[in-house]
C-alpha cells in the first residue's frame, strides 16, 4: 500500500487555500449573503405577517417609485454621491500624507505618533503589556522620545504598594 504525499507546489496551494480561508468565510457570510438578500429585497414588497416576513414580488416597481415619484431620493442620492467623489479622495491623500510625514525622523515624531495613535503607541512600547504601571519586566522604561532609561526603585514597584 502506497501513501499519498503531497508535492511542494500542492503543499503551497493547500496552504494558499488555508491562508485565504477565514477572509473567505468572512466575506461570504458577512457581505456577499447580506448583499443578495438586499437585492432580493429590492425587487420585492415586504410585509410583516403572523408567520414572519412575507415578500410580494413587484420588479422593479420600488426603483421607478424612488427614481419618479419619491420627491427627494433624487437629491439625496446626487449629494451622497458627489460627497462621496470629494471626500474619499480627501480622506486618502490626507492619510497618505500623514504617514509619509510621520515615518520621517523629526524632533517630535513620538509626540505626533501619540496622537494620531493613541492607542497603538501605548501598546508598542509595551505600557499595556507588563502589569507593572506600564513598566517593562527588565527593569527599563522608555521616555516619551523613545529613549530606554533606567528606573528607579520605587518606579520598579507595583502601584498596589503605594495604595492606602
Known sequence: MRRFQFTLSRKKALMGILFTLPWLIGFIFLFAVPLLQSLQYSFH??????????????????????FYVHASFNRVLTESVVGMIVNVPLIIFF???????????????????MIFFPAGHRLHR???????????????????????????????????VFSI
Open 45 to 66: 414588497s415586504l410585509k410583516l405577517g403572523e408567520g414572519g416576513l412575507e415578500l410580494d414580488f413587484v420588479g422593479a416597481g420600488n426603483f421607478k417609485h424612488a
Open 95 to 113: 492619510s497618505l500624507f500623514v504617514a509619509t510625514i510621520l515615518n520621517q525622523k523629526f524632533r517630535g515624531r513620538a509626540l505626533a505618533r
Open 126 to 160: 509595551g505600557h499595556l503589556q507588563s502589569g507593572l504601571g506600564g513598566h517593562d519586566v527588565s527593569g527599563d522604561r522608555r521616555d516619551a522620545f523613545g529613549r530606554r532609561r533606567k528606573l528607579r526603585y520605587a518606579e520598579q514597584l507595583p502601584v498596589e
